[in-house]
């Protein structure tokens, strides 16, 4: 991949950012969107739109990365043996995906939990497995599953815990039209199946630190 992959630099405020794109997959890409445009009646050749193609191709590129993600090596480079029993919470970790159903953004949080059994995580491991499974075409419900599956083979915990909120642009800009609704998914291994294991990781999600 090395040899058609491009890197953009863009300084802004002393911060680096830096890009990186297939360059062929962006013109593969790219190559589609003039006459989708054109068939939406627009002029894919006006000023505005010009350039439009590629930001697409690159926009797409970003947003489904997690396929190039390996998320159970994500976790095996920072697995340490440690002798804590106790449930171990990251709550409100930001969720950004994209709905394979309309290619339409879905958004929210994710509240994951694990009881280690002999070995911890590097906290933030635990994002990075989200960002891994939520950067592709998904259903909501198949990521929920995909990160506890990733956690429980990977770390071999005594049990984990994953709940998502996320909001959907395919039900708010289309469809039912509904700005305020919010789809809730959840899914539990081990110890958390258990009622009173699950409620108190639900009451720490839930409660403030305020």
């Known amino acids: ?101 309309h290619m339409l953004p879905f958004f929210g949080k994710a509240h994951i939990a694990y009881i280690p059994n002999g070995h911890i995580v590097g906290l933030s491991k635990i994002p990075r497995v989200v960002d891994a499974f939520a950067r592709r075409l998904q259903v909501q419900e198949r990521l929920t599953n995909e990160i506890r599956d990733c956690i429980q083979d990977t770390l071999k915990p005594a049990g984990v815990a994953v709940v998502i909120e996320c909001k959907h642009m395919c039900m708010a800009m289309r469809g039912v039209q509904k700005q305020n609704s919010v789809t809730t998914t959840s899914a539990f291994t081990g110890a958390f199946q258990n009622d009173v294991t699950r409620s108190e990781f639900i009451r720490l999600i839930t409660a403030s630190l305020d």
């Open 1 to 101: 991949m090395s040899d058609i992959t491009s890197f953009e630099h863009e300084e802004q405020d002393g911060y680096m950012k830096i890009d990186q794109y297939n360059e062929k997959q962006v013109e593969e890409i790219a190559a589609h969107y003039p006459a989708i445009l054109k068939a939406l009646g627009e002029n894919p050749g006006r000023e505005g739109l010009a350039k439009t193609p590629e930001r697409v191709a690159k926009a797409l590129q970003f947003l489904t990365h997690g396929y190039d993600i390996d998320a159970a090596k994500v976790l095996r480079s920072a697995m340490f043996e440690e002798d804590y029993s106790q449930m171990v919470v990251v709550k409100d970790i930001e969720v950004y995906s994209m709905c394979e159903h």
